[in-house]
């Protein structure tokens, strides 16, 4: 099963704005990962957040993690054409060795 | 490191036909990793080893799908025989610990059995 559920399934957004993903999911985890899948291409890691944090960055990247709510959102600030893929959450949790991956949310951002 | 290797990156075959995909893992990485890719069902993992050794392989669709990991450094899915809802991408990941730092994934093969 999916643990990881994505939200919105799809996003189109102007080039320029902010674009805001939202992940939850339903048990303890040691850490949240975000990925990015380019058209015909394989998943590419983007940032991963431990449960111990609340907030990260990387470039443009922001990632948030609320472990209360279970909870994260990926920012994507001043968004460009070259952005347009599908970002996966994905959670590492407590009791397994392997990832789970969510469904997916299509952002496309229009030039 | 060249990355996670698949090969081929496309694939038709007819239906009955035998399917060998084939994946190089990242040198050092401990787990690799299966997962075919569909519109309908999303990602799903279909069968992953660590330290070569098949540890689950609950996700693997029914008996005409196997998974060998003959060393570190190779692994096939193999589909036998082959059915038109195969058709799909098939990732392959390699990672070190399992998701402690991330996985890191191949571009893929895209299946289609006619």
């Known amino acids: 099963s999916q643990q990881g559920e994505e939200d919105p399934q799809a996003l189109s957004i102007q080039e320029g704005e902010n674009a805001t993903m939202n992940c939850s999911y339903k048990t303890s985890i040691n850490n949240l990962q975000w990925y990015r899948q380019n058209s015909g291409r394989g998943l590419v890691h983007l940032i991963l957040i431990r449960s111990n944090e609340r907030e990260k960055h990387s470039g443009r990247l922001r990632v948030t993690l609320d472990t209360s709510k279970k909870s994260s959102s990926l920012l994507i600030t001043a968004s460009r054409a070259a952005d347009t893929a599908s970002y996966f959450c994905a959670t590492d949790q407590n009791a397994g060795n392997m990832l789970t991956f969510g469904g997916g949310t299509r952002l496309m951002v229009k030039p | 490191d060249a990355g996670v290797i698949q090969s081929p990156r496309h694939e038709v075959t007819e239906m009955g036909q035998e399917v060998t995909l084939r994946c190089k893992p990242i040198?050092?990485?401990?787990?690799l990793f299966w997962y075919r890719q569909t519109m309908m069902r999303g990602l799903e993992l279909l069968i992953y080893?660590?330290?070569?050794?098949?540890?689950?392989d609950s996700g693997m669709p029914e008996d005409r799908f196997s998974a060998k990991m003959p060393n570190a450094s190779f692994s096939t899915l193999k589909i036998q025989p082959s059915e038109p809802r195969d058709s799909a991408v098939y990732f392959c990941?390699?990672?070190?610990?399992?998701?402690?730092?991330?996985?890191?994934f191949g571009s893929g093969t895209r299946l289609t059995v006619v």
């Open positions: 990941a390699s990672s070190l610990f399992g998701g402690r730092y991330g996985y890191t």
């Open positions: 040198s050092g990485h401990d787990y």
């Open positions: 080893f660590n330290n070569n050794v098949p540890i689950d």
